[in-house]
């Protein structure tokens, strides 16, 4: 069992190479996650093997009423001359009708002319599925099922509506790819035209959630950002793919709740690891005992949480919360708790506000973080004559940094003697100081993540301190590090 599960993380990370050329990518954990899908049983109407298309009937109708001239065809219907000829034509290549003394249909066209009159409607109950997240009618799928009762955690919400049954107005919308869905399957069968005649009712509609696998990898070893990719029956799946990222444009993070999940056996505190290499004292429950307080000092903030409490306990309580926050506060230096998508944010507020220096230390720089908008607003920033240090450089990154976002750097270092760009030997610190306005200690790499939820997850943790010796410490710390790998 062992070695099948090891063969299969093989294979995942054997396409995922080879399909974002990422040769170092490493496949760290994986889920079975539940794709919610509508599945309909409608009761059908349809007629269906309409071999003729309405010009060629209505021409072989008149050559069937002895009108043989091509010209007295064309008055005749109203139509042009040339396009009767072509049909003429299309006609003879089908063996249809055949040229004598005068044109005249062939037993085939008379049986197909008979054929064009004489149709009985189909009335059947087909099966559809609506993709419950992007809207989409199917005929079928090859998806397994997915055990939604016992893994509710890993079940996708749905976003599209189900219709309802008996109502038939709830999927008037679908009745065009209904009709396309009934020409393919009846195309297997030699038939060509297919007209919907109507949908009668919706028999019975039920929700299904089928199997995906989501797959979490690194780029490489080295890399502590976390990716997704979908996968299902051992291939990457891009519709599905698509369809989660269009979700997150639209702000429905559909995932979160699953990354959720699985970070509390995937995810290490990567903050905890910071600390060791960043001279800063930050204790992990202080982090915990912060952000605990600072929610509970929320909810009572709520009007909705005083509902069925005295007013009066419920402000002696948050006087009480607050009280204790300050201190621990003051004990841990600690202003604030940030979260994965905050940081870049301040990062940006830095450039802006900034009034003597910045200082950035990260390990890693990509041109997915270093973009135009960056670079733009840190030129902008050096105009004004602020003091801007960048560091970094981890052992073994050359793979994971932009040779192009690390050119304009050095091109800007160059140019503007207010701007230090380092490359450092091997750190792995992650450190934000505006001033002696504030400094962020954290796991977010300021240079080579951006923070969309679009295309990467990646849970981030980190601690604003506002406390301007602590500031201090921390700046004079980066400079330091750079003064000792000269």
Request: hydrophobic share 35%; charged share 30%; with cysteine.
């Given at each position: 069992?062992?070695?099948?599960i090891?063969?299969?993380?093989?294979?995942?990370?054997?396409k995922?190479?080879?399909?974002?050329?990422?040769p170092?990518?490493?496949?760290?954990?994986?889920?079975?996650?539940?794709?919610?899908f509508?599945?309909?049983?409608?009761?059908?109407?349809?007629?269906?093997?309409?071999?003729?298309?309405?010009?060629?009937?209505?021409?072989?109708?008149?050559?069937?009423y002895?009108?043989?001239?091509?010209?007295?065809?064309?008055?005749f219907l109203?139509?042009?001359?040339?396009?009767?000829?072509?049909?003429?034509?299309?006609?003879?290549?089908?063996?249809?009708?055949?040229?004598e003394?005068?044109?005249?249909?062939?037993?085939?066209?008379?049986y197909?002319?008979e054929?064009?009159?004489?149709?009985a409607?189909i009335?059947?109950t087909?099966?559809?599925?609506i993709d419950?997240?992007?809207?989409?009618?199917?005929?079928?799928?090859?998806?397994?099922?997915f055990?939604?009762?016992?893994?509710?955690n890993?079940?996708l919400?749905?976003?599209?509506?189900?219709?309802?049954?008996?109502?038939?107005?709830d999927?008037?919308?679908?009745?065009?790819?209904?009709?396309?869905?009934?020409q393919?399957?009846n195309?297997?069968?030699?038939?060509?035209?297919?007209?919907?005649?109507?949908v009668?009712?919706?028999?019975?509609?039920y929700?299904?959630?089928?199997?995906?696998?989501?797959?979490?990898?690194?780029?490489?070893?080295?890399?502590?950002?976390?990716?997704?990719?979908?996968?299902?029956?051992?291939?990457?799946?891009?519709?599905?793919?698509?369809?989660?990222?269009?979700?997150?444009?639209e702000g429905?993070?559909?995932?979160?709740?699953?990354?959720?999940?699985?970070?509390?056996?995937l995810?290490h505190?990567?903050?905890?690891?910071?600390?060791?290499?960043?001279?800063?004292?930050?204790?992990?429950e202080?982090?915990k005992?912060?952000?605990?307080?600072?929610?509970k000092?929320?909810?009572?903030?709520?009007?909705d949480?005083?509902?069925?409490?005295?007013?009066?306990?419920?402000?002696?309580e948050?006087?009480?919360?607050?009280?204790?926050?300050?201190?621990?506060?003051?004990?841990s230096?600690?202003?604030?708790?940030?979260?994965?998508?905050?940081?870049r944010?301040y990062?940006?507020?830095?450039?802006?506000?900034?009034?003597?220096r910045?200082?950035?230390?990260?390990?890693?720089?990509?041109?997915?973080?270093v973009d135009?908008n960056?670079?733009?607003?840190?030129?902008e920033?050096?105009?004004?004559?602020?003091?801007?240090?960048?560091?970094?450089?981890?052992?073994?990154?050359?793979?994971?940094?932009?040779?192009?976002?690390?050119?304009?750097?050095?091109?800007?270092?160059?140019?503007?003697?207010?701007?230090?760009?380092k490359?450092?030997?091997?750190?792995?610190?992650?450190?934000?100081?505006?001033?002696?306005?504030f400094?962020?200690?954290?796991?977010f790499?300021?240079?080579?993540?951006?923070?969309?939820?679009?295309?990467?997850?990646?849970?981030?943790?980190?601690?604003i301190?506002r406390?301007?010796?602590?500031?201090?410490?921390l700046?004079?710390?980066?400079i330091?590090?750079?003064?000792?790998?000269i």
């Amino acid at each position: 069992m062992k070695n099948q599960i090891k063969d299969e993380v093989k294979d995942f990370e054997n396409k995922i190479r080879k399909y974002h050329s990422l040769p170092e990518a490493i496949v760290i954990d994986y889920k079975p996650i539940g794709y919610p899908f509508h599945v309909l049983n409608l009761d059908l109407t349809y007629l269906t093997n309409r071999q003729l298309q309405l010009a060629e009937e209505f021409v072989m109708k008149c050559l069937n009423y002895e009108l043989n001239n091509y010209k007295e065809i064309a008055i005749f219907l109203g139509m042009d001359e040339k396009l009767i000829e072509k049909v003429l034509s299309e006609l003879l290549l089908k063996g249809l009708i055949k040229r004598e003394d005068l044109l005249k249909l062939t037993e085939s066209g008379l049986y197909a002319l008979e054929q064009q009159t004489v149709l009985a409607p189909i009335s059947e109950t087909k099966t559809f599925y609506i993709d419950a997240l992007n809207g989409k009618l199917r005929e079928s799928f090859s998806l397994n099922l997915f055990d939604s009762k016992n893994n509710s955690n890993y079940a996708l919400n749905k976003i599209v509506k189900k219709p309802r049954k008996g109502h038939i107005e709830d999927i008037v919308d679908y009745y065009e790819h209904i009709e396309k869905i009934l020409q393919n399957y009846n195309s297997y069968n030699n038939s060509n035209k297919v007209e919907l005649i109507q949908v009668n009712n919706i028999e019975k509609v039920y929700t299904q959630w089928h199997e995906l696998l989501l797959i979490l990898y690194q780029r490489n070893p080295d890399d502590r950002e976390i990716e997704y990719e979908i996968f299902s029956r051992g291939n990457i799946q891009v519709e599905y793919r698509t369809t989660i990222e269009q979700l997150y444009a639209e702000g429905k993070k559909i995932l979160d709740t699953i990354f959720q999940e699985i970070e509390d056996n995937l995810i290490h505190d990567n903050l905890v690891e910071e600390q060791i290499l960043t001279p800063i004292p930050i204790n992990e429950e202080h982090i915990k005992t912060v952000e605990k307080l600072s929610v509970k000092i929320h909810c009572l903030d709520d009007p909705d949480s005083l509902i069925n409490s005295k007013k009066q306990s419920i402000k002696e309580e948050r006087k009480k919360l607050i009280q204790e926050l300050d201190y621990i506060k003051t004990q841990s230096k600690i202003s604030e708790i940030i979260h994965t998508y905050e940081h870049r944010t301040y990062l940006f507020n830095a450039l802006k506000e900034a009034k003597q220096r910045i200082m950035i230390v990260s390990p890693w720089i990509t041109e997915y973080a270093v973009d135009e908008n960056f670079i733009k607003m840190l030129e902008e920033t050096l105009k004004r004559e602020i003091q801007i240090y960048i560091f970094y450089g981890i052992k073994n990154s050359s793979q994971q940094n932009s040779p192009r976002a690390i050119q304009k750097l050095t091109e800007l270092s160059t140019y503007y003697k207010n701007f230090k760009f380092k490359k450092l030997k091997n750190t792995h610190r992650k450190i934000l100081v505006c001033d002696t306005k504030f400094g962020i200690v954290t796991s977010f790499n300021f240079l080579s993540f951006r923070a969309d939820p679009n295309l990467t997850y990646r849970d981030e943790l980190g601690v604003i301190i506002r406390d301007s010796a602590t500031i201090e410490d921390l700046f004079n710390s980066g400079i330091k590090l750079a003064q000792d790998e000269i």
